[in-house]
């Protein structure tokens, strides 16, 4: 059976003599790693379309193990990022954590068209000439912290992570990674092994933001360099701690 999909390719992997592994996001299927057979001849027509950083609608016949492409139009190269190595750099490291944040899990169908809504919202954020990037780094943490969520990993930000009574209005917050936020009482009396990350108000609201609302909103809020730093560090060690290993953002 042939089907169409809308899709942004996300990473190629060269295989046997002309053949192709392509990783997709898609808007109806998620992440799906596809094949492109003959793309790497010279002539090959659909190498273009399937190029990483591309945003294609995918037409796909049903394989075995993998489903193969058999014809591709495009609907955006994203041609400012292509022409800068920068920022190429940027958006493929940033598709590999994504890629790794979803190996072991499918995300639900209201999720994975949220994901690529949100990701070609932030393609077209890179895209331009002038990019703000304090506003670029609000959208990439998240989408980060909306993923963190779909997988089942949000700490408690609402209620403390040891307790569950609702959280007080506070100035500052004691916060455990992967657990989540706890209360002045319990720290008190908990053995605590982890490292605790020292959080503002500010920061809580942020999280509070990227855990109900979608990327549009998120996108409006007014953060400092410092807010972001603090953001920053708080999505490395939430992510180290689901991969296993020491991401870089
Ligand atoms: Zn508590």
């Known amino acids: 059976m042939i089907y169409k999909t809308k899709a942004i390719i996300i990473s190629s992997t060269e295989v046997k003599e002309f053949d192709r592994f392509y990783g997709i996001i898609s808007a109806d299927h998620g992440k799906k790693q596809i094949i492109a057979k003959g793309v790497r001849k010279v002539t090959a027509k659909l190498a273009c379309g399937l190029e990483p950083i591309t945003y294609s609608e995918i037409f796909l016949a049903e394989g075995r193990s993998f489903d193969r ?39 639900e169908e209201k999720e994975n068209k949220e994901l690529f809504e949100s990701l070609i919202f932030y393609l077209k954020l890179v895209d331009k000439e002038k990019t703000d990037n304090l506003k670029l780094l609000v959208v990439k943490f998240a989408i980060l912290w909306r993923i963190i969520h779909w997988l089942g990993f949000q700490p408690q930000i609402f209620c403390c992570a040891n307790c569950s009574e609702k959280l007080k209005e506070q100035n500052f917050y004691q916060m455990i990674l992967p657990s989540g936020i706890v209360c002045e009482k319990c720290l008190k009396t908990v053995r605590i092994n982890s490292q605790i990350q020292k959080i503002n108000k500010e920061i809580v609201k942020i999280l509070r933001v990227y855990n109900q609302k979608n990327i549009k909103i998120a996108f409006k809020l007014k953060i400092s360099p410092q807010q972001c730093n603090d953001i920053r560090r708080l999505t490395i060690v939430a992510i180290s701690h689901i991969l296993g290993r020491r991401v870089d953002l």
Do not use: C, Y
């Not at 495009?74 to 598709?95: C, S, T």
């Open 69 to 107: 492409v058999t014809g591709v139009i495009i609907h955006n190269q994203f041609n400012g990022i292509k022409k800068d190595l920068a920022k190429i750099k940027e958006v493929r490291k940033f598709f590999k954590i994504i890629d790794w944040l979803l190996i072991e899990k499918s995300l």
